[in-house]
């Protein structure tokens, strides 16, 4: 069973993802986050209306959110939160990263993701090497498989 990372549906959207990684989620049983879930749909509120971009890019959000199974969609619980909290701020102070610059958001969004995928029993698919990287070195028995974009494409992470 794998939980998704923000990153991958990310790289499926911009057709940045491995031909391994677009296997593995035809292949295996994909479980979602209601943490990637915000992350996505915060685009809603932050782009510019007026931009021409912008009504093409919440359409494929939009239709990535709607593709997601209901009864595969998971809201943190009050254990993930916690684990979460404490897991980000370490990672945070050991990083050594400028305070008030969003890295400590990003860690807790992404030590959420990690603790969650944990107490479900799933492996993190991320292209988010950098993150998962420190949190699987915090907590090993977190299962993470890690993917690079395709080559010659841009990195996200």
């Excluded at 979460?84 to 990672?91: E, P, Q, T």
Aim: proline letters at 6%.
């Amino acid at each position: 069973m794998l939980l998704l990372d923000t990153s991958v549906y990310l790289d499926v959207l911009q057709g940045r993802t491995p031909e391994v990684v677009d296997e593995l989620l035809s292949y295996r049983l994909c479980h979602h986050s209601a943490v990637c879930l915000a992350e996505l749909s915060h685009v809603f509120g932050r782009l510019d209306p007026m931009h021409p971009e912008t009504k093409s890019v919440l359409k494929a959000v939009a239709g990535t959110i709607e593709d997601i199974p209901a009864h595969r969609l998971h809201a943190p619980d009050a254990t993930a939160w916690g684990r979460a909290g404490m897991l980000a701020g370490l990672l945070f102070r050991l990083s050594h990263l400028p305070k008030g610059e969003g890295h400590e958001r990003r860690f807790l969004n992404d030590a959420l993701i990690f603790r969650q995928a944990g107490l479900l029993g799933a492996t993190v698919l991320t292209g988010n090497v950098r993150d998962f990287d420190y949190l699987n070195q915090l907590v090993p028995s977190v299962r993470v498989i890690f993917y690079r974009p395709a080559a010659g494409l841009p990195s996200q992470a």
